[in-house]
């Protein structure tokens, strides 16, 4: 593949391990993916050619575990995305809230940066079900409609008044907007390292943000890059 003129959204639909090298650089997949490599590592000082060598050593490297998400229909992905990252967001905002009320209660003193964590994450989470509603609600179920009607484009009926775009283009933004959020929660945690007087509470809760940041990534790739863009062009064919 040429690394260097593929823009960081591409490489990484193509195989989603690569996100692991962009992430350990600093580099945004999902919000921020459509960028060229070789632009997002001149404007970061980060040499190319060492991240174009990880990358070739990963694609040598055989995994059998990856999932080729970008060759799955539509409505199945839709599916996966729901049952898979929806219910993770659902089981977890309540669990997390929980230990990062508990840890800014009992260490804010000493550590005062846990009071916006909270507050952040809380506005994140608040968010997150507000848009995973109108994904469940409105986007998924008109994309089943459109695979349903893909062999009789005379039986579709449009209940959306205006184009699927803009839907998309507003989701897109409200993406940037928590993308933002866990990354100003990365940057007052150091990154969730665990201070060396932390107590289990105080381990769990970074631990447990940490895997909802990168579970949210993966969500929003799937999303931006592979499930919204291919949306809009089966929508253009039946209004074609």
Same mark, same amino acid.
């Given at each position: 593949m040429d690394y260097q003129n593929s823009t960081i959204s591409e490489i990484v639909t193509r195989d989603f391990r690569t996100s692991e090298v962009f992430r350990n650089h600093g580099i945004d997949f999902c919000c921020?993916?459509?960028? $060229? =490599?070789? $632009?997002?590592?001149?404007? #970061?000082?980060? @040499?190319? +050619?060492?991240?174009?060598?990880? =990358? @070739?050593?990963? !694609?040598?490297?055989?995994?059998?575990?990856?999932? /080729?998400? /970008?060759?799955?229909?539509? +409505?199945? =992905?839709?599916?996966?995305?729901?049952?898979?990252? *929806?219910?993770?967001?659902?089981?977890?905002? %309540?669990?997390l809230q929980t230990y990062l009320e508990k840890i800014a209660d009992v260490h804010g003193v000493n550590h005062p940066e846990l009071a916006e964590v909270k507050n952040l994450f809380f506005a994140s989470a608040d $968010?997150?079900?507000? *848009?995973? !509603? #109108?994904?469940?609600?409105?986007?998924? %179920?008109?994309? #089943?409609?459109?695979?349903?009607?893909?062999?009789?484009?005379? /039986?579709?009926?449009?209940?959306? $008044?205006? %184009?699927?775009?803009?839907? =998309?283009? !507003?989701?897109?933004?409200?993406?940037?907007?928590e993308g933002d959020r866990f990354r100003e929660m990365a940057e007052l945690t150091d990154n969730y390292t665990i201070p060396e007087e932390a107590c289990n509470t105080y381990l769990v809760a970074l631990r447990k943000l940490e895997a909802f940041e990168k579970d949210l990534h993966l969500h929003i790739h799937l999303e931006n890059n592979i499930l919204f863009p291919k949306t809009i062009l089966l929508e253009k064919e039946f209004n074609a």
């Open positions: 921020g993916g459509q960028v $060229a =490599l070789d $632009a997002v590592c001149r404007e #970061k000082q980060i @040499d190319l +050619d060492r991240i174009t060598q990880e =990358l @070739d050593v990963l !694609e040598q490297t055989k995994s059998g575990t990856v999932h /080729n998400y /970008n060759d799955w229909e539509l +409505d199945f =992905l839709a599916d996966f995305i729901l049952n898979t990252h *929806h219910r993770y967001v659902k089981s977890e905002v %309540p669990v $968010a997150l079900l507000r *848009h995973m !509603e #109108k994904e469940e609600v409105i986007l998924f %179920p008109y994309i #089943k409609e459109l695979i349903q009607c893909r062999k009789k484009p005379e /039986n579709f009926v449009n209940q959306i $008044a205006e %184009p699927i775009e803009h839907l =998309l283009n !507003e989701m897109m933004h409200e993406h940037v907007t």
